[in-house]
């Protein structure tokens, strides 16, 4: 009965468009009763009439599809005749039948009237159209309230403010959906699960959450005052519809076109109306819509998804910081798909762009990009339970006017670096994330950094920010080798403004200044020659530093274009680091070095390494440098915490995770206090109070993460405090003004100063380039590469030296290395030579590979010193 009942209803839609709904009840209820009780003329001919001599009985089912048909074709009614009375005492048996057409029929008559939806009208009106396996009603609802602001914002609202018509439950419906308790427990519960992985990083951050909220005055407070992240929109219910709905393709549709004329209605609504501040419902819009699971698919990406992120670009900062706490609370394999969709359309439209116009000006690009900024802020970490401190320790900016802006030369970054707008209204560093809950490197589009154009992104970033967009200004979506150009693009601009404010100074002064950076030194003097100049130069103008470097040897005859200054750098550090001067201490376990507490070495030692590290990063040079991470951690204004002596201080580490995790009596079984003791330099016995009066106070469970933090704070940073001012000052003389914080995550910083020791010489061999007569067919450029492969690592790293000047790959591997071999006469006796300024090899046609070799490997082994050829 039950299926003919929805049958009838189901063909009665859509002939029921200019009758009210109480009239239309009225008039089927109407037909109803002539067909089975008649109008009372026993003399009347309508053979529609169960009064007329002819007419075949029908059934109560049968007579209520009858009464819909006619309703549809407007068949006219018999008049009543006086003497007909219609009995009132009908069973219920005998008007369900008409009871249930009338439901139904109102059901499908509102359709077009409804404004907004819940989940069960949603089931409601599909267990009508799986009856009759005709979805267009629900098609039409579909696209009418997903096409429009004011039905979105509505629809699906937590049970507590939805009305109280909308939460009746067709019983056909009951079991088709998880909506009891039960159901929908498991069902969150299955949305919620995490992998070990996902557990380990939120592990990892909460402690340290905990390690920065104690070393750096973080309240830990829950507060936010963004106020509350509960939304309107019971997210369950949309998930639960989203997943009934899109396994019809023809629903799919229904949302796809929706979302096609939704969107152009919210970026009205956003550009020029105050829509969030009236009305903070309105996120409500971008809640639903993102829990759409086919959002990635092609037809998406190519028609909606464009549109959508221009909108949803356009939303103030407090909306966007309410949608990254509220998604801070998804799943991460939740947020992964959502975060994964951006990324698929910035993919998608950067591989299917035939035109050569600037990514930069892709409207749907940038849009993306700036809504990846919502979930990178939140795999950084639990963001609205611990708000961050700015430990910069940098000096404020003085408000004097000096003569490049007198000159019309404005003070880049004068303000610091820059601080991105969303991370400020949270209050976090995203920088400053260790594991964040999606790796950042899920967040770097390679296609996009392939057609980059730097130069013109840089121009942007630097002149032009206002007007245009700069990918720089969301530096997680660029690798290591993308940024770094940018750097370089800066520090040679850099280069070329101090350049010419010197000019400007001759000519005000009327001397004659250097243009330049200029060091002599002797070689075995080295430490000392580099120490009193560099000093002067700090103390009298230390603006010189951002000057271009040129080093010279006192008796060499080398001219520095770049290799010089390498080998420059690289014997300062050996000698700074060697274990005899005891500046740094060397770990044979993890092959690092660290401050040495004790060290005798005065500050400006240490300045001087600090300024050798960030003219290596001004001017482009690699280090062999072995420091660990929390060193570049540091430099970039964090302090070091519990968790960064797993590689500084493994040992230590070890031992108070296992005070961490100890299951006993740990004041009775380990007696330790809140004092430790350290050696002096000459090998006797210190003592360092934690607390006031540590000796006396013990370590037990309630108090023994205190002891770790602060235990760690004076490894990783009160011990050491002297020393590693003196070489963070050294090190910010040179990068102060720089990009470097904004762009660089501490990792990539390292990757700055000592490229990667990953060597790829496949990869240098398909870059490399030939002149002279020498191309990659002739027969000793073969021999020479099956020699070069043939190395061990360490000859590997004396030919890169040899050759470079660095035994390090730059940012990106040594597929990123430019270097050429050129011909340098025919066989002969004499060694090959190279000019590391331009990572050039001048190789003699040598008559056999076992020449080759012996004489090649001579060369790397013995190379040291230059000289004019």
């Given at each position: 009965m039950t299926m003919l009942v929805l049958w009838g209803a189901s063909f009665l839609f859509g002939g029921c468009h200019t009758?009210?709904?109480?009239?239309?009840?009225?008039?089927?209820?109407?037909?109803?009763?002539?067909?089975?009780?008649?109008?009372?003329?026993?003399?009347?001919?309508?053979?529609?009439?169960?009064?007329?001599?002819?007419?075949?009985?029908?059934?109560?089912?049968?007579?209520?599809?009858?009464?819909?048909?006619?309703?549809?074709?407007?068949?006219?009614?018999?008049?009543?005749?006086?003497?007909?009375?219609?009995?009132?005492?009908?069973?219920?048996?005998?008007?369900?039948?008409?009871?249930?057409?009338?439901?139904?029929?109102?059901?499908?008559?509102?359709?077009?009237?409804?404004?907004?939806?819940?989940?069960?009208?949603?089931?409601?009106?599909?267990?009508?159209?799986?009856g009759k396996k005709d979805y267009s009603p629900l098609i039409r609802v579909i696209g009418r309230i997903?096409?429009?602001?004011?039905?979105?914002?509505?629809?699906?609202?937590?049970?507590?403010?939805?009305?109280?018509?909308?939460?009746?439950?067709?019983?056909?419906?009951?079991?088709?959906?998880?909506?009891?308790?039960?159901?929908?427990?498991?069902?969150?519960?299955?949305?919620?699960?995490?992998?070990?992985?996902?557990?380990?990083?939120?592990?990892?951050?909460?402690?340290?959450s905990e390690a920065s909220a104690s070393m750096e005055g973080a309240t830990g407070s829950t507060e936010n005052r963004l106020g509350p992240v509960e939304v309107s929109v019971d997210i369950e219910a949309v998930r639960r519809v989203y997943n009934r709905l899109l396994s019809?393709?023809?629903?799919?549709?229904?949302?796809?076109?929706?979302?096609?004329?939704?969107?152009?209605?919210?970026?009205?609504?956003?550009?020029?109306?105050?829509?969030?501040?009236?009305?903070?419902?309105?996120?409500?819009?971008?809640?639903?819509?993102?829990?759409?699971?086919?959002?990635?698919?092609?037809?998406?990406?190519?028609?909606?998804?464009?549109?959508?992120?221009?909108?949803?670009?356009?939303?103030?900062?407090?909306?966007?910081?309410?949608?990254?706490?509220?998604?801070?609370?998804?799943?991460?394999?939740?947020?992964?798909?959502?975060?994964?969709?951006?990324?698929?359309?910035?993919?998608?439209?950067?591989?299917?762009?035939?035109?050569?116009?600037?990514?930069?000006?892709?409207?749907g690009v940038v849009a993306a990009t700036k809504c990846l900024k919502v979930w990178y802020c939140y795999g950084s970490g639990k963001l609205f339970f611990l708000k961050f401190k700015f430990n910069q320790e940098e000096e404020p900016p003085s408000s004097e006017l000096t003569l490049q802006e007198l000159l019309g030369e404005e003070r880049r970054n004068k303000n610091g670096p820059r601080v991105d707008p969303l991370e400020k209204e949270l209050g976090i560093r995203t920088l400053d994330c260790r594991r964040p809950l999606i790796p950042f490197e899920e967040f770097v589009n390679e296609p996009l950094n392939d057609v980059l154009e730097m130069d013109k992104d840089f121009t942007f970033f630097k002149v032009d920010s206002e007007s245009k967009f700069s990918f720089q200004s969301?530096?997680?979506?660029?690798?290591?080798?993308?940024?770094?150009?940018?750097?370089?693009?800066?520090?040679?601009?850099?280069?070329?403004?101090?350049?010419?404010?010197?000019?400007?100074?001759?000519?005000?002064?009327?001397?004659?200044?250097?243009?330049?950076?200029?060091?002599?030194?002797?070689?075995?003097?080295?430490?000392?020659?580099?120490?009193?100049?560099?000093?002067?130069?700090?103390?009298?103008?230390?603006?010189?530093?951002?000057?271009?470097?040129?080093?010279?040897?006192?008796?060499?005859?080398?001219?520095?274009?770049?290799?010089?200054?390498?080998?420059?750098?690289?014997?300062v550090l050996e000698e700074m680091f060697n274990p005899d001067i005891g500046m740094f201490t060397y770990d044979e376990f993890t092959k690092l070095f660290w401050f040495n507490p004790p060290s005798l070495e005065n500050e400006a030692q240490f300045t001087l390494i600090g300024i050798v590290l960030g003219l290596a990063i001004y001017n482009n040079c690699i280090l062999d440098v072995h420091f660990p991470m929390v060193v570049y951690r540091k430099l970039m204004g964090k302090k070091g915490t519990y968790l960064d002596l797993t590689d500084s201080h493994p040992v230590q580490y070890q031992s108070l995770k296992e005070l961490l995790d100890y299951e006993g009596d740990v004041e009775e079984d380990m007696m330790i206090t809140f004092q430790i003791s350290q050696t002096d330099l000459f090998g006797d016995?210190?003592?360092?109070?934690?607390?006031?009066?540590?000796?006396?106070?013990?370590?037990?469970?309630?108090?023994?993460?205190?002891?770790?933090?602060?235990?760690?704070?004076?490894?990783?940073?009160?011990?050491?405090?002297?020393?590693?001012?003196?070489?963070?000052r050294g090190f910010q003389?040179?990068?102060?003004?720089?990009?470097?914080?904004?762009?660089?995550r501490p990792e990539e910083v390292e990757l700055l100063i000592c490229g990667s020791r990953?060597?790829?010489?496949?990869?240098?061999?398909?870059?490399?380039?030939?002149?002279?007569?020498?191309?990659?067919?002739?027969?000793?450029?073969?021999?020479?590469?099956?020699t070069v492969h043939s190395f061990g690592e360490e000859d590997k790293r004396l030919f890169l030296q040899f050759t470079t000047g660095t035994d390090r790959a730059p940012v990106g591997g040594l597929g990123k290395l430019k270097m050429i071999i050129a011909k340098n006469g025919p066989d002969t006796d004499r060694l090959p030579t190279s000019h590391t300024c331009f990572n050039a090899l001048l190789l003699p046609e040598y008559d056999t590979k076992e020449k080759l070799k012996e004489r090649l490997l001579k060369a790397i082994t013995y190379a040291k010193g230059f000289g004019m050829l």
């Open positions: 009758k009210n709904l109480a009239a239309a009840k009225h008039l089927i209820e109407r037909y109803f009763r002539q067909l089975t009780e008649g109008c009372g003329n026993g003399a009347c001919t309508n053979e529609l009439c169960a009064s007329c001599l002819g007419f075949q009985p029908l059934d109560h089912n049968a007579a209520a599809i009858r009464a819909l048909e006619l309703y549809k074709i407007n068949t006219k009614l018999c008049d009543l005749h006086p003497s007909a009375a219609f009995p009132d005492n009908n069973s219920a048996e005998d008007t369900q039948p008409i009871k249930m057409v009338a439901h139904y029929f109102s059901l499908l008559y509102l359709c077009p009237e409804v404004h907004y939806l819940t989940e069960e009208k949603v089931y409601e009106i599909l267990s009508i159209c799986e997903f096409s429009s602001t004011d039905g979105l914002v509505q629809s699906f609202r937590k049970d507590k403010e939805q009305h109280p018509n909308t939460k009746e439950q067709h019983p056909n419906t009951k079991e088709q959906h998880p909506n009891t308790k039960e159901q929908r427990k498991t069902h969150q519960a299955k949305d919620e699960d995490k992998d070990e992985d996902d557990k380990e990083r939120t592990t990892a951050m909460e402690q340290e019809n393709e023809k629903m799919e549709s229904a949302f796809l076109n929706a979302l096609v004329y939704l969107t152009p209605n919210v970026e009205l609504d956003l550009t020029y109306l105050d829509v969030y501040d009236t009305n903070p419902d309105y996120l409500n819009i971008f809640i639903i819509v993102m829990e759409n699971s086919s959002l990635h698919s092609p037809e998406y990406l190519e028609m909606a998804m464009p549109l959508f992120c221009k909108c949803m670009s356009k939303l103030p900062l407090p909306a966007l910081a309410k949608l990254t706490c509220l998604w801070s609370q998804y799943s991460v394999e939740h947020i992964r798909r959502m975060m994964e969709t951006f990324q698929q359309l910035i993919t998608y439209t950067v591989i299917s762009n035939v035109s050569d116009s600037l990514v930069n000006d892709d409207e969301c530096p997680f979506i660029l690798n290591a080798c993308t940024k770094s150009l940018g750097l370089y693009y800066d520090n040679r601009i850099s280069m070329y403004s101090e350049r010419r404010i010197t000019a400007l100074y001759s000519l005000v002064q009327g001397q004659q200044l250097n243009p330049y950076l200029r060091l002599k030194v002797r070689r075995d003097h080295i430490i000392d020659d580099a120490l009193v100049r560099l000093e002067m130069i700090a103390i009298e103008n230390p603006a010189d530093l951002r000057k271009q470097l040129f080093v010279e040897f006192e008796g060499e005859q080398g001219v520095d274009e770049g290799g010089v200054s390498k080998e420059f750098f690289q014997l016995p210190i003592t360092y109070d934690l607390k006031e009066n540590g000796d006396k106070i013990p370590v037990s469970v309630d108090n023994r993460k205190e002891f770790v933090s602060l235990y760690s704070d004076y490894i990783l940073n009160k011990s050491v405090e002297r020393q590693f001012k003196a070489f963070r003389m040179v990068t102060n003004e720089s990009p470097l914080k904004c762009l660089f990953n060597l790829d010489f496949h990869a240098l061999e398909e870059t490399t380039e030939y002149d002279g007569g020498y191309n990659k067919d002739c027969h000793i450029i073969k021999d020479f590469w099956e």
